[in-house]
């Protein structure tokens, strides 16, 4: 590559910086979308939210700026699953892409196995790798190329890993500025419990920070050279490998008997629309003016909730409920005291579907995107 294209390139990646970035937005189970922000924790200044994580020393490596606070749901998934990470350059609007094509790396998922989805802060150790991609060299692909082109990043778990409550990390590398000693993580982290009889454990896990140091070669690699210095050496541990089986043996002592069945961050009983992390719940019937307005105000009261809470991932639900609010307000002024307008109607809208692909394999690229 001419020594002019080479900083062409870099002065177009610098004026698309402002604009360009990523964050972790929506969890798909099985290619079942489970709602915008729902069980993932992100940064929850909309501003800032794509921004990269500043520093690697930071403790917000771990599940990003904010990260170290629980939220409120807690995702079921199943032994094996594919699960779909979706990053969004504009974290309300998904048709937007994924992030500037000029932001090229490698990607990785990481779990970690703990007693509480919602309560566990996230940084520290016990975290382990299951998937990892960098540079594709007969596809001349970076892992980030892939992902813009299919819009999410996709995993299969190891079958018959041990059930309970995980945090799961997918991560994106930028290294479009790591020639000057600026590589750009992009993370969050999705709470999910899951649902399996087996008994694998990690051999070995890491402490997130410091899994990675600054001056690696994996997080100063050049991608504007020409040839590229190729291999490139992924960032962090390697996949993991397990100890035990896919299933329990009879008999076993089950130190986790509490994590066999979920009892935190379940959807709320009678939750009839969700907005992120939050659930509303149908307001009390009413046969007369005084109750009429009093299921108004309850209405309005939990309109205030949904938009308080929303995430920097929007509040798109919140308008619906809205809606309602503005339906029994019409029924309370035309003395129409036969409500709430259709009661207990689940008013979610139907999840998003994306084709998962994830593959399980000895290697250790396991991510497919």
Not at 60 to 88: H, I, K, W, Y
Request: hydrophobic share 35%; aromatic share 8%.
């Amino acid at each position: 590559m001419a020594i002019q294209t080479k900083y062409f390139l870099l002065a177009l990646a610098a004026t698309r910086q402002a604009i360009s970035h990523t964050g972790f937005a929506e969890l798909f189970v099985n290619g079942v979308g489970q709602g915008d922000g729902t069980c993932v924790r992100m940064k929850n200044d909309p501003g800032t939210v794509t921004s990269p994580i500043a520093g690697i020393g930071s403790n917000d490596m771990a599940c990003n700026a904010n990260g170290a606070t629980g939220v409120a749901r807690v995702c079921q998934v199943p032994d094996g699953a594919t699960l779909s990470f979706e990053f969004r350059s504009w974290m309300d609007d998904y048709t937007r892409g994924v992030i500037d094509p000029g932001h090229k790396g490698p990607c990785a998922v990481y779990l970690k196995k703990v007693d509480s989805a919602i309560d566990d802060k996230g940084a520290g150790d016990g975290w382990f790798k299951i998937a990892a991609d960098g540079y594709d060299e007969g596809a001349g692909k970076w892992c980030t190329d892939k992902v813009i082109e299919k819009g999410h990043l996709d995993v299969a778990l190891p079958q018959g890993l041990e059930g309970g409550y995980y945090l799961v990390r997918p991560e994106l590398l930028a290294l479009h500025f790591a020639h000057r000693g600026e590589p750009q993580f992009y993370t969050g982290c999705a709470q999910i419990f899951l649902k399996s009889s087996g008994n694998k454990k990690p051999k070995s896990t890491v402490s997130i920070p410091g899994y990675v140091q600054s001056g690696d070669k994996s997080l100063t690699f050049d991608i504007y050279d020409s040839p590229l210095k190729l291999p490139y050496s992924l960032p962090g541990p390697d996949v993991a490998s397990f100890t035990g089986s896919s299933k329990r043996e009879v008999g076993t002592i089950d130190r986790r008997a509490v994590q066999k069945t979920q009892t935190e961050g379940l959807k709320p009983e009678g939750c009839i629309l969700e907005n992120a992390n939050w659930c509303g719940v149908e307001v009390p019937s009413y046969s007369d003016e005084k109750s009429c307005w009093s299921s108004s105000k309850e209405c309005w009261a939990q309109s205030k909730k949904c938009f308080d809470s929303a995430p920097p991932t929007g509040s798109a639900n919140c308008k619906i409920w809205e809606k309602k609010c503005e339906a029994i307000n019409s029924a309370c002024n035309s003395r129409n005291f036969d409500g709430p307008p259709n009661k207990d109607k689940v008013l979610t809208p139907v999840a998003r579907r994306v084709k998962a692909n994830g593959v399980r394999a000895a290697s250790p690229l396991r991510l497919t995107v």
